[in-house]
């Protein structure tokens, strides 16, 4: 069972998914992919483990190359978030396929990444960020980005079983209903 959790910043999304992903059973695997570039990275990164502690969730930080991670096997996991795992792909001077010429393999590598996670866990929760609604006004390698990003949600979006869209903190099913994910995990 595959969920896609979608919203614009600060929306609600994370939160939504951690809660549909802790609600199947302890533990879960929580796929962490904010990379800590800077001081504010590294203390929102600290926020978030502090937020999760307690939670039932084992922590598997990974900024990149998710599909060769030791992933384990969990009844739930929750992927949080898709676009830091597309921009470190696409802008890590480490990553084969970095670069805005690269949106192609950075696109295959992502969406790899997902579907290991998925192979190995029963149900998975994928949190990624709307970027259909993004102005037109940015460089090229923002453009590349958005390009690289818009490409795996809806990758991602075909495959799931559920998707919900998270507005203003409430959740919108745009694919499957609450009664699917629920049927799941009985």
């Not at 990275?41 to 939670?55: D, F, L």
């Not at 900024?63 to 795992?85: F, H, K, M, S, W």
């Not at 470190?88 to 084969?96: D, K, Q, R, T």
Request: hydrophobic share 45%.
């Amino acid at each position: 069972m595959f969920m896609l959790v979608i919203g614009g910043a600060a929306s609600g999304k994370s939160a939504f998914a951690e809660a549909c992903s802790a609600a199947c059973g302890a533990p879960a695997l929580y796929v962490a992919t904010m990379e800590p570039f800077g001081e504010e990275a590294a203390a929102r990164i600290e926020r978030h483990r502090s937020q999760r502690e307690g939670a039932g969730f084992v922590t598997l930080e990974c900024p990149r190359d998710l599909a060769q991670a030791d992933v384990g096997t969990y009844a739930a996991a929750l992927i949080d978030d898709i676009g830091n795992l597309v921009a470190n792909e696409l802008f890590a001077p480490s990553s084969p396929d970095a670069g805005a010429e690269r949106v192609g393999a950075v696109c295959d590598r992502v969406v790899a990444g997902v579907e290991r996670v998925r192979s190995a866990c029963g149900r998975v929760v994928a949190v990624t960020c709307d970027v259909s609604s993004d102005g037109v006004g940015y460089d090229g390698q923002t453009r590349a980005w958005q390009r690289a990003l818009g490409c795996i949600n809806a990758r991602l979006a075909g495959d799931a079983d559920c998707v919900v869209e998270v507005v203003c903190g409430i959740p919108v099913w745009v694919k499957g209903d609450e009664v699917i994910w629920k049927g799941a995990r009985s």
